[in-house]
């Protein structure tokens, strides 16, 4: 039975995935030139340390177009990825279909997706925060695209406390958001495995008087004893007299600083991991000798040390300094309940409400996926705190967003962490200074357009230096003129050049360039007409025409491929005729729908 069912399975090639309208449509992205804007890139008026950053970049523009324009570029370079999309709420689509608003959503994220683990490093690391709307269909696309061999966790963030509700929901109420997280390839991923602190652990009773002694004649005693010594006590009833009626938390604190004291001597008395038998049999006679420690040697490796039936564990093992201090820790979990989202409201000193994440979180993050000097991008970047957390802590980064708050939030954000001016957030942690910089861009128009006859034309935007930029992305080269030959204006290997020109190529102009070249170079001319001849004269240069060597590779002339809804057609009355239904439009005239007057796009501007 089973076997005719692998039969059949294979035999129709199904796999499991999700499915949804327009999952197959895929965009035919043209790959677009960055623009510099040098009025709006910034840096800081000196070198702060050795290790400053110049070259992030802050691109303003939809993130689809952006992310194609950096892939020639940062194809496999990026070492971390945090987006944080919008989540699919529903309310802006209140007024459509469930299953549409699903399936337009799924698309947006699926598009962004793959060209997003194109980018990533092979030992890359992409973190996708959602929300519970979309988290699970979100987990089945990232297994489709990422594999499902590549998940790595699933992180639960406490995003907000039940005290902040103020009305009572059908159901328990969300206080949580997720982190999908993938590698590249999980073989090869460089996860760092971090320690979070923690309160003092009330299991780390006890200590040991004389630790200088051999092993065998250590003295445990109770360190809750110790401590009520030291404070000229005997007992809990003294204690709750000389601390109040917050006397345990008062204990428990002093405890806290005692065990960090006497690290070296403090412990808990646990169950060994997977113990062997010669460490069963220990722990069973050490039950018979309460008092005693019994010293299990080890070759290459610390004794472990057998009492009242467990293993000794010191405190030490679980301290790190963490921000200067020697601060109780343990290994991260996949639940970050410490990290506050209360009280972030003026973090970078703007203002994003109900969309900002704390700087904290993206310190997690790129602690975890980076090394100082790694390059860290966020595509949906809001307020720019992503950006803001890399650079303080020593990384590149690349952030898109299309909202105007890219120019109101984000400038302004970065110019302040740059001057040193922002010591909020993880500045005091990091111990900011300043320093620094980043270039701005936005994306250029389409290469193409239609003239007034439909015919595809280059776009009268384009400068020459434009044009030679964008025939060598599309043509696979990288864009860098030479300053000796004109005719270098970029390479794809040492010896394969391109030559962009709106000139006539004549056979002279050709012989001439043809003389300057070396036997073994070759040159792609790309030119917008050309004397026939030229075709087969030389075997190492190739001349080509715009626009027509272009057509019909990607979609030219399309800027938006964020969902706008306000340009969604409306649905047509019965009695209209389709094509009364532009006229109608935004007329107020009857439509089924209900107006959709201020509703915002899915992956369109937020606003605060
Ligand atoms: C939830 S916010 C991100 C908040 C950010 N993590 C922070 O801490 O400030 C999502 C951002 O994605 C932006 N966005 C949505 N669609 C986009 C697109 N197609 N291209 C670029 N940015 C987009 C929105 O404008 C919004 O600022």
């Given at each position: 039975m089973l076997h005719s069912i692998e039969g059949e399975v294979a035999e129709r090639k199904q796999k499991l995935e999700l499915t949804w309208i327009g999952k197959e449509n895929r965009p035919r992205l043209e790959p677009r030139i960055l623009l510099e804007d040098q009025e709006k890139s910034y840096h800081a008026a000196q070198r702060v340390t050795d290790k400053d950053i110049f070259d992030n970049r802050l691109i303003f523009g939809d993130n689809l177009l952006a992310l194609k324009a950096l892939e020639q570029e940062f194809a496999g370079k990026i070492k971390c990825i945090y987006i944080d999309p919008p989540f699919n709420t529903g309310s802006a689509f209140e007024h459509y279909d469930d299953g549409l608003e699903h399936s337009l959503w799924l698309s947006l994220i699926k598009d962004r997706l793959e060209l997003l683990k194109g980018l990533l490093r092979r030992d890359g690391l992409i973190f996708v925060h959602i929300d519970n709307n979309e988290f699970a269909y979100l987990k089945v696309i990232m297994d489709e695209i990422f594999e499902r061999s590549n998940f790595v966790q699933m992180v639960s963030v406490k995003r907000a406390s039940p005290a902040g509700f103020k009305v009572i929901n059908p159901g328990p109420l969300t206080v949580t958001d997720y982190i999908l997280l993938y590698a590249k390839n999980k073989e090869t991923m460089?996860?760092?495995?971090?320690?979070?602190?923690?309160?003092y652990d009330e299991n780390y009773d006890l200590y040991i008087e004389n630790i200088s002694e051999s092993a065998n004649l250590w003295k445990i005693s109770k360190l809750t004893e110790l401590l009520y010594h030291k404070n000229d006590i005997t007992n809990w009833r003294q204690a709750r007299e000389k601390w109040g009626s917050q006397w345990k938390a008062v204990r428990n604190s002093l405890l806290g600083d005692l065990a960090i004291d006497l690290k070296d001597q403090v412990v808990s008395v646990r169950d060994p991991h997977k113990p062997s038998q010669r460490i069963k049999d220990a722990m069973l006679e050490s039950k018979g000798e309460p008092g005693q420690v019994i010293v299990l040697e080890?070759?290459?490796?610390?004794?472990?040390?057998?009492?009242?039936?467990?293993?000794?564990?010191f405190y030490a093992d679980k301290l790190r300094v963490i921000d200067g201090e020697l601060t109780p820790t343990e290994l991260l979990t996949d639940f970050w309940g410490d990290i506050n989202f209360a009280g972030?409201?003026?973090?970078?000193?703007?203002?994003?409400?109900?969309?900002?994440?704390?700087?904290?979180?993206?310190?997690?993050?790129i602690e975890i996926a980076t090394d100082p000097g790694d390059i860290v991008l966020d595509s949906f970047a809001g307020s720019g705190t992503t950006g803001a957390v890399a650079h303080k802590m020593g990384r590149g980064w690349i952030m898109v967003e299309l909202g105007e708050h890219c120019h109101t939030h984000i400038i302004p954000r970065m110019k302040k962490v740059i001057d040193g001016t922002d010591q909020g957030g993880i500045s005091k942690a990091v111990n900011w200074k300043g320093g620094g910089g980043f270039r701005y861009f936005r994306l250029a128009p389409s290469l193409l357009e239609n003239d007034k006859r439909g015919n595809w034309v280059i776009s009268k935007e384009y400068n020459a230096a434009m044009l030679a930029s964008a025939m060598a992305k599309h043509e696979g080269f990288v864009y860098n003129p030479d300053e000796t030959f004109y005719w270098k204006q970029g390479k794809s290997t040492e010896k394969d050049y391109i030559f962009t020109t709106t000139n006539f190529i004549t056979l002279e102009y050709l012989d001439s360039i043809h003389e300057e070249m070396q036997p073994d170079e070759s040159l792609l001319i790309c030119c917008k007409s050309f004397q026939k001849a030229c075709e087969d004269r030389y075997a190492n240069i190739t001349v080509r025409k715009i626009p027509n060597m272009l057509l019909g590779r990607c979609e030219f002339g399309k800027d938006d491929y964020s969902l706008n809804i306000a340009s969604l057609p409306w649905q047509i009355d019965n009695d209209t005729e389709a094509g009364d239904a532009a006229e109608t439009r935004g007329k107020g005239k009857k439509s089924k729908k209900p107006s959709l007057k201020n509703q915002q796009g899915l992956f369109d501007k937020e606003s605060e």
């Amino acid at each position: 039975m089973l076997h005719s069912i692998e039969g059949e399975v294979a035999e129709r090639k199904q796999k499991l995935e999700l499915t949804w309208i327009g999952k197959e449509n895929r965009p035919r992205l043209e790959p677009r030139i960055l623009l510099e804007d040098q009025e709006k890139s910034y840096h800081a008026a000196q070198r702060v340390t050795d290790k400053d950053i110049f070259d992030n970049r802050l691109i303003f523009g939809d993130n689809l177009l952006a992310l194609k324009a950096l892939e020639q570029e940062f194809a496999g370079k990026i070492k971390c990825i945090y987006i944080d999309p919008p989540f699919n709420t529903g309310s802006a689509f209140e007024h459509y279909d469930d299953g549409l608003e699903h399936s337009l959503w799924l698309s947006l994220i699926k598009d962004r997706l793959e060209l997003l683990k194109g980018l990533l490093r092979r030992d890359g690391l992409i973190f996708v925060h959602i929300d519970n709307n979309e988290f699970a269909y979100l987990k089945v696309i990232m297994d489709e695209i990422f594999e499902r061999s590549n998940f790595v966790q699933m992180v639960s963030v406490k995003r907000a406390s039940p005290a902040g509700f103020k009305v009572i929901n059908p159901g328990p109420l969300t206080v949580t958001d997720y982190i999908l997280l993938y590698a590249k390839n999980k073989e090869t991923m460089d996860y760092k495995p971090l320690r979070v602190p923690v309160e003092y652990d009330e299991n780390y009773d006890l200590y040991i008087e004389n630790i200088s002694e051999s092993a065998n004649l250590w003295k445990i005693s109770k360190l809750t004893e110790l401590l009520y010594h030291k404070n000229d006590i005997t007992n809990w009833r003294q204690a709750r007299e000389k601390w109040g009626s917050q006397w345990k938390a008062v204990r428990n604190s002093l405890l806290g600083d005692l065990a960090i004291d006497l690290k070296d001597q403090v412990v808990s008395v646990r169950d060994p991991h997977k113990p062997s038998q010669r460490i069963k049999d220990a722990m069973l006679e050490s039950k018979g000798e309460p008092g005693q420690v019994i010293v299990l040697e080890r070759d290459n490796n610390e004794p472990i040390y057998i009492y009242k039936g467990g293993s000794l564990a010191f405190y030490a093992d679980k301290l790190r300094v963490i921000d200067g201090e020697l601060t109780p820790t343990e290994l991260l979990t996949d639940f970050w309940g410490d990290i506050n989202f209360a009280g972030i409201a003026d973090e970078g000193g703007v203002q994003f409400k109900n969309s900002k994440k704390p700087e904290m979180l993206l310190r997690r993050v790129i602690e975890i996926a980076t090394d100082p000097g790694d390059i860290v991008l966020d595509s949906f970047a809001g307020s720019g705190t992503t950006g803001a957390v890399a650079h303080k802590m020593g990384r590149g980064w690349i952030m898109v967003e299309l909202g105007e708050h890219c120019h109101t939030h984000i400038i302004p954000r970065m110019k302040k962490v740059i001057d040193g001016t922002d010591q909020g957030g993880i500045s005091k942690a990091v111990n900011w200074k300043g320093g620094g910089g980043f270039r701005y861009f936005r994306l250029a128009p389409s290469l193409l357009e239609n003239d007034k006859r439909g015919n595809w034309v280059i776009s009268k935007e384009y400068n020459a230096a434009m044009l030679a930029s964008a025939m060598a992305k599309h043509e696979g080269f990288v864009y860098n003129p030479d300053e000796t030959f004109y005719w270098k204006q970029g390479k794809s290997t040492e010896k394969d050049y391109i030559f962009t020109t709106t000139n006539f190529i004549t056979l002279e102009y050709l012989d001439s360039i043809h003389e300057e070249m070396q036997p073994d170079e070759s040159l792609l001319i790309c030119c917008k007409s050309f004397q026939k001849a030229c075709e087969d004269r030389y075997a190492n240069i190739t001349v080509r025409k715009i626009p027509n060597m272009l057509l019909g590779r990607c979609e030219f002339g399309k800027d938006d491929y964020s969902l706008n809804i306000a340009s969604l057609p409306w649905q047509i009355d019965n009695d209209t005729e389709a094509g009364d239904a532009a006229e109608t439009r935004g007329k107020g005239k009857k439509s089924k729908k209900p107006s959709l007057k201020n509703q915002q796009g899915l992956f369109d501007k937020e606003s605060e």
